[in-house]
T-cell receptor, first 117, second 110 residues
Framework: DAGVIQSPRHEVTEMGQEVTLRCKPISGHNSLFWYRQTMMRGLELLIYFNNNVPIDDSGMPEDRFSAKMPNASFSTLKIQPSEPRDSAVYFC???????????????FGSGTQLSVL | QKEVEQNSGPLSVPEGAIASLNCTYSDRVSQSFFWYRQYSGKSPELIMSIYSNGDKEDGRFTAQLNKASQYVSLLIRDSQPSDSATYLCAVIPNDYKLSFGAGTTVTVRA
């Protein structure tokens, strides 16, 4: 299996521009997570999908952030308009079950390094 | 109070020594605990999981859990330069939300 696939690996954009990050979870995985990692705040959960349905988006920082999962094999995280403080590494991760119960393993993608100038 | 706190490090140990990493968590109902390793520029990867009080050994890694003290630790025996990475403690306070600590950076000196 190719693992969780994220694109792009790097994104450099100017403040005010729209940014779209993409994720393909591992085939057969029912849960998908978007995380953001910064030096100041570490790894933070932004949103959790189960069976393509957003279950918890309490970590989404502002209305500028939105996420969709139109089908089991694709998800997007969109930032519009982007700001310099959005600069971070954004990870997508997936797991097989309905959550992270005992013995469930979380698989991370390689991440997208976002720089907003 | 943060959900998961780790000794911030960095931790520098000589090759062959034991590296000891500590983590405390705030939510008493947490039942699942994990250690992830993250190399610079890479994504986190799971190296240990522990669910019951006591020790769990896997190769050179030993995880220790004390739920009464809300404390989980990771020991790396016979540390190797390839163990140089940031180690993230993670806790599941509910079914799905994996809360991560800030991480401890370990450097193994050859």
């Amino acid at each position: 299996d190719a693992g969780v696939i994220q694109s792009p690996r790097h994104e450099v954009t100017e403040m005010g521009q729209e940014v779209t990050l993409r994720c393909k979870p591992i085939s057969g995985h029912n849960s998908l997570f978007w995380y953001r990692q910064t030096m100041m705040r570490g790894l933070e959960l932004l949103i959790y999908f189960n069976n393509n349905v957003p279950i918890d988006d309490s970590g989404m920082p502002e209305d500028r952030f939105s996420a969709k999962m139109p089908n089991a094999s694709f998800s997007t995280l969109k930032i519009q308009p982007s700001e310099p403080r959005d600069s971070a590494v954004y990870f997508c991760a997936s797991s097989r079950g309905q959550g992270l119960a005992t013995n469930e393993k979380l698989f991370f993608g390689s991440g997208t390094q976002l720089s907003v100038l | 109070q943060k959900e998961v706190e780790q000794n911030s490090g960095p931790l520098s140990v000589p090759e062959g020594a034991i590296a000891s990493l500590n983590c405390t968590y705030s939510d008493r109902v947490s039942q699942s605990f994990f250690w992830y390793r993250q190399y610079s520029g890479k994504s986190p990867e799971l190296i240990m999981s522990i669910y019951s009080n006591g020790d769990k050994e896997d190769g050179r890694f030993t995880a220790q859990l004390n739920k009464a003290s809300q404390y989980v630790s990771l020991l790396i025996r016979d540390s190797q330069p390839s163990d140089s990475a940031t180690y993230l403690c993670a806790v599941i306070p509910n079914d799905y939300k994996l809360s991560f600590g800030a991480g401890t950076t370990v450097t193994v000196r050859a």
